[in-house]
């Protein structure tokens, strides 16, 4: 009685069939391994069939979601338990519905009583389940086993291997006995590091094979459990002359019983390595199209078949290294720390990869909802954009609530040896604001600098079936897995090429007249001039732009050589890697406790500044105050950034330093240099209430060293002008500058009036509301002389 299909679980229920009634050990178990917490508890019963156990939960104070597919279950279950309060019925299939019914802050207990071994992706549903458990929670499987099981019923029970398995990845599994039922308790993070793994070894002089790699409607990847103790794909070596993909589309039915025409299955990589010694040719067959019902014809070689969702891949356990390469190559990056291997991608063409589960469509939905909802979106052609291209195929590794966060969540995708994200999926508020920023027409031609295909297929989608995009990046990993995923979920539209972005786009891809819009998706401390040549006149770029250390996406329209601003947002992204990547000098104090950074120019004389910060503190009012409804002062950071001489930041990387400064540690502070002496802006909480909008700061400028005062003074006049002229009531209606970026070399007397901040490829100027500024003078000038030229 080994059922799979609703239907015979409809039938089952409707016939007034039911299971083994729960028993008092049971319940005395469930009393001793998952009391309820204090103030009540929610639970989860998963396949509760008629709701004995959801009832007998209830009862004991928790709160109850009973979930099972069969809606004749569901109509026995409110019947015969009508009289308890605290069950709420859902019919869903935990294999393959979407989990939206569920308590969206998780459950304490999570129980599946003689429902276990029904479930076909074992390993996909307990870690799903397992992301639902509250701190301390209990996930308890109570089934059958082998030993206590009449042969002709042993397909609804359990062997000990299969109960190990269940326990693979849990902190803790505790296994009791409740009268001949396998009562298991496991807590703890369900997770279990991917390990790439090898067979023993062969005695062949060479191997060759063809591993398929099969999704189904829900893209999800089929595995499978081998004798050995590892996941493996389906395929083998092939025989005779019969082809790489006709060998997969054999090892598949073979193994699986799932039949997929040759015609429909696609050799994309072949992977080069060796085991032990022995060299290995393996051929990555991609098969998405396929009929039969999967099963396990060689129970000698596998204990069972699954699909497993990509982003779990990196905790399932041991898998084949021929497999977890192969993965690998389908989707770069979801199983981390892979033996090397050698791979020739085949540029072959061949449809994307279909199917996502009913949970991505809603999430996705909910996505574009809450962006729009926020102001970020305002065209249909991004809104359409948001609701259609699937940000989860571009960033696999994340689940599907990381991936469709609507919040300022990125997902990171590859970080460097020293822990630091050098690639992402952006906000998506930011990158719709972005590419609304490149005011795109249809049809338009876009360069992005920077890949990982979801943004450029979002301005694929918002530039229409005729649009296309033009996307470098510098390293070559990214640009492969970038690829990888425009295979599997691609327009067709977006060109992937590996080539440093600062150098723009390769010539020949260059549209004649200059591209459309260009957008540069990590942060930058220079502009290149590449960028604006490949530019169409009155093109859109749209850049984040480091000023001070301080960091804007801002709209440029280009004029001629020169680059005007239309808008500014505020924004943080992953750092430039090409050649125009500038590490800003950093100066250390008090053993490293403190530093100072020069985020534009050299480093300045720092000598004697150890001295002065061990002595006196000198403090200064400015009279400028905040509540917490008007908190936003990153306006004010740019103002003195760009306006005034010697602007440096003061950093705490200590405790310590917080006494000294009062900069809390791992923040920093707007600062200004003299010799032997510093001032540093702060705000200072005034006024605490328990209501945020009640509660108030004032901005304070702290000092040190003999000419500490003069400049705490000029930091305070440059908060009292932002206040007058650049701050506004509103956080988001605060005044930005008028800026003009002009090209290197661009004589003092040429640009117009306002502050100058030279960069290498471009000079950029600056006019704030309220600042009457004369022509730049040189500025090949020492901090020191600027201050004490009272400039």
């Known amino acids: ?91 869903l299939d935990i294999e393959r519905d979407d989990p939206a019914p569920l308590h969206a802050e998780g459950y304490d207990l999570i129980t599946m009583r003689l429902a276990y071994p029904f479930v076909r992706d074992r390993g996909r549903i307990v870690h799903g389940l397992g992301e639902r458990l509250r701190d301390g929670g209990a996930l308890v499987v109570i089934t059958p086993t082998v030993e206590n099981t009449p042969q002709e019923r042993r397909g609804i029970a359990l062997t000990e ?91 598949l039915a073979e193994e699986t019983g799932l039949v997929a025409d040759p015609s429909a299955a696609h050799v994309v990589t072949m992977l080069v390595d060796d085991s032990h010694g022995v060299p290995r040719l393996t051929a990555v067959v991609r098969i998405t199209t396929w009929s039969g019902a999967l099963s396990n ?177 510098i390293d070559p990993w990214v640009v492969r897995r970038t690829r990888a995923f425009l295979t599997e979920a691609g327009s067709g539209r977006v060109t992937a090429v590996e080539a440093d972005a600062a150098l723009g786009a390769p010539a020949h891809l260059v549209p004649r007249g200059g591209f459309d819009g260009s957008v540069i998706t990590y942060n930058c401390w220079d502009i290149s001039a590449s960028w604006r040549d490949q530019l169409a006149e ?18 440029f329209e280009r004029r001629g050589e020169v680059l005007h601003t239309r808008r500014f947002t505020y924004c943080g992204f992953v750092r430039d890697q090409g050649q125009q990547g500038r590490p800003a000098p950093v100066v250390p104090l008090l053993d490293g406790a403190l530093s100072l950074r020069f985020d534009d120019g050299p480093a300045a004389d720092t000598q004697g500044l150890e001295g002065v910060l061990r002595g006196r503190r000198h403090e200064v009012a400015t009279g400028v105050t905040m509540r917490g409804s008007n908190s936003y002062f990153g306006s004010l950071q740019l103002f003195a950034a760009t306006t005034v001489p010697g602007f440096c930041r003061l950093a705490s990387h200590q405790e310590s330093a917080e006494v000294v400064t009062g900069i809390a540690k791992d923040r920093d502070a707007p600062a200004i240099l003299g010799e032997a002496s510093l001032a540093y802006l702060i705000h200072v909480q005034t006024k605490d209430s328990d209501r945020r909008e009640e509660r108030e700061w004032e901005w304070f400028a702290y000092a040190f060293g003999e000419r500490g005062p003069e400049l705490a003074e000029r930091l ?72 004490a030229e009272g400039v």
Not at 322 to 339: E, K
Not at 541 to 552: F, K
Not at 728 to 757: C, K, M, S
């Open 1 to 91: 009685m080994t059922y799979t299909a609703r239907e015979e679980w409809e039938k089952h229920y409707g016939e007034g069939k039911g299971w083994r009634r729960l028993g008092e050990r049971e319940q005395q178990l469930l009393a001793e391994h998952a009391p309820v917490p204090a103030g009540g508890g929610r639970a989860l019963d998963v396949g509760c069939g008629t709701g004995e156990l959801a009832a007998h939960l209830a009862s004991v104070g928790y709160t109850v979601d009973a979930v099972d597919l069969a809606d004749s279950a569901l109509a026995r279950a409110r019947e015969e338990h009508a009289g308890i309060e605290g069950v709420g019925w859902l019919q």
């Open 161 to 251: 291997d299969e109960i190990a398995l269940l326990g693979a990845g849990w902190e803790t599994l505790e296994r009791l006995d409740a009268d001949g039922l396998a009562f298991l308790v496991l807590r703890g993070p369900c997770h279990l590091d991917t390990r790439a793994v090898e067979k023993r070894p062969t005695t062949g002089h060479a191997l060759t094979g063809a591993l398929a790699v099969v999704t189904d409607d829900a893209g999800r990847v089929l595995l499978g459990r081998s004798t050995r103790g590892m996941l493996e794909l389906p395929g083998g070596k092939s025989a005779g002359r019969e082809g790489f993909a006709a060998a997969a589309v054999r090892e």
């Open 297 to 473: 014809p060689e129970p000698d070689k596998f204990e069972r078949w699954e699909f497993h969702d990509v982003h779990g891949l990196a905790c399932v356990g041991d898998v084949f290294v021929p497999a977890a390469q192969a993965i690998d190559s389908v989707w770069p990056g979801v199983i981390p720390d892979l033996p090397p291997v050698v791979s020739y991608p085949l540029a072959g063409e061949r449809p994307p990869g279909p199917g996502e589960p009913e949970e991505a469509v809603r999430l996705r939905q909910a996505m574009a909802q809450t962006v729009i909802d926020g102001g970020w979106a305002p065209s249909e052609p991004v809104r359409d954009a948001l609701r259609t291209v699937p940000r989860h195929r571009f960033a696999p590794e994340a689940n599907l609530a990381v991936a469709y966060d609507g919040g300022d969540r990125a997902v990171i995708t590859r970080r460097d040896e020293t822990g630091r994200a050098i690639s992402s999926v952006s906000a998506a508020w930011l990158q719709a604001d972005m590419i609304e920023s490149l005011r795109l027409r249809p049809g338009a031609i876009v360069f992005e600098a920077g890949s990982g295909g979801y943004n450029a297929e979002l301005i694929a989608h918002a530039a229409g079936p005729d649009g296309r995009v033009v996307s470098v990046d």
């Open 538 to 555: 009155g093109g859109r770029l749209v850049i984040p732009l480091e000023m001070g250390g301080y960091t804007r996406a801002i709209e």
């Open 716 to 787: 305070v006049a440059t908060v009292r002008a932002w206040d007058r002229h650049i701050r506004a009531e509103a956080n988001d209606e605060h005044a930005d500058p008028v800026l003009t970026v002009h090209p290197a070399g661009t004589p003092d007397d040429a640009l117009p009036a306002g502050d100058v901040l030279d960069k290498v490829n471009c000079r950029l100027v600056f006019r704030w509301p309220g600042r009457d500024v004369a022509l730049p003078g040189p500025v090949e000038r020492s901090v020191a002389d600027a201050v």
